[in-house]
């Protein structure tokens, strides 16, 4: 069983920063694919990024392209989520999905594809 915790959230104004963090334990974390995503009440969950087993390989939604950075530090077995240039349409619970993977090169954008959750965190941008 792998446990998912996320941090970092909060209440930030327009344009500005916060960082996102999830630890993932219970399983070689080299072999876990990574994703961020995010949700709304009355919404799907949404695509915000994700990056491979061996932070060779990301990928952003259009709508955070340039904006949000995802990386990794195995060694902490940390996931992070830089997030600049906040935007009001940014606000909704972020959660952190860790996939299993048997090679450590792809990431996953479908939410569907992740085994394990976090209980996500809140982020609310105010303009």
């Known amino acids: 069983q792998v446990q998912v915790v996320e941090s970092g959230g909060g209440l930030v104004q327009a344009g500005g920063s916060l960082r996102l963090s999830c630890a993932a334990s219970g399983r070689t974390f080299s072999r876990l694919a990574m994703g961020w995503f995010r949700q709304i009440p009355g919404k799907e969950r949404e695509f915000v990024a994700a990056?491979?087993?061996?932070?060779?390989?990301?990928l952003y939604a259009d709508s955070v392209k340039g904006r949000f950075t995802i990386s990794r530090v195995n060694a902490k077995t940390t996931v992070y989520l830089q997030m600049n240039s906040l935007k009001p349409e940014d606000t909704a619970v972020y959660y952190c999905g860790a996939k299993t993977i048997l090679t450590s090169g792809s990431y996953y954008p479908n939410p569907e594809s992740y085994d394990y959750w976090g209980q996500g965190t809140q982020v609310t941008v105010s303009s």
């Open positions: 990056i491979s087993g061996n932070a060779g390989s990301s």
